[in-house]
T-cell receptor
Framework: AQSVAQPEDQVNVAEGNPLTVKCTYS??????LFWYVQYPNRGLQFLLK??????LVKGSYGFEAEFNKSQTSFHLKKPSALVSDSALYFC?????????????FGRGTSLIVHP | KAGVTQTPRYLIKTRGQQVTLSCSPISGHRSVSWYQQTPGQGLQFLFEYFSETQRNKGNFPGRFSGRQFSNSRSEMNVSTLELGDSALYLC??????????FGPGTRLTVL
């Protein structure tokens, strides 16, 4: 079975400060990990993914995420937050050795960046 | 390359009615997934179709069904609507590169 947890329903950060949105996962085999962002009244947009290779993954809009196998985490980070980054962020995981091609999504974390 | 199209964008129905939602994936993509998004339950997987065959199914009652056509367009149907079916229904076009491209969703309100 595969599962993902986003322990924070909401993250508040001031514009210009670094931001972190947390994600931990559980899979039987090796994980494929994803981050998506959702703006109001829109579908999800792909940000970045970890499949294999370098543990630090760089994605769209200046976001990056670090894969930590020992802590089973894949936290999303950005060095300097923008007000326009305010949105709902979803982490997702898929078991690389699983039968299903469908990832499991976390419940989402609302990021609010204050001016 | 055109994105994922979902129609209609908004829908209001009453309890007991049925509804059909449509999704056109990105050209060349043969796999389509459907999700239900609600504030309380988050994003829940409904089903996935690949080349007109249902390949995966989530834990939803039989009132929820879907199909995929030869041009990869997909429809989902919900019969005997309940108040709890009010949600944003998202369709994702699945690439072969482990990426999903989501449509804008259909906002269904059941009164």
């Amino acid at each position: 079975a595969q599962s993902v947890a986003q322990p924070e329903d909401q993250v508040n950060v001031a514009e210009g400060n670094p931001l972190t949105v947390k994600c931990t996962y559980s899979v039987s085999g090796n994980p494929y990990l994803f981050w998506y962002v959702q703006y109001p009244n829109r579908g999800l947009q792909f940000l970045l993914k970890y499949i294999t290779g370098d543990n630090l993954v760089k994605g769209s809009y200046g976001f990056e995420a670090e894969f930590n196998k020992s802590q089973t985490s894949f936290h999303l980070k950005k060095p300097s937050a923008l007000v326009s980054d305010s949105a709902l962020y979803f982490c997702a995981v898929r078991d690389a050795s699983g039968v299903s091609y469908i990832p499991t999504f976390g419940r989402g974390t609302s990021l609010i960046v204050h001016p | 390359k055109a994105g994922v199209t979902q129609t209609p964008r908004y829908l209001i129905k009453t309890r007991g009615q049925q509804v059909t939602l449509s999704c056109s994936p990105i050209s060349g993509h043969r796999s389509v997934s459907w999700y239900q998004q609600t504030p309380g339950q988050g994003l829940q997987f409904l089903f996935e179709y690949f080349s007109e065959t249902q390949r995966n199914k989530g834990n939803f009652p039989g009132r929820f069904s879907g199909r995929q056509f030869s041009n990869s367009r997909s429809e989902m149907n919900v019969s005997t609507l309940e108040l709890g079916d009010s949600a944003l229904y998202l369709c994702a076009s699945n690439s072969g590169n482990n990426e999903q491209f989501f449509g804008p969703g259909t906002r269904l309100t059941v009164l």
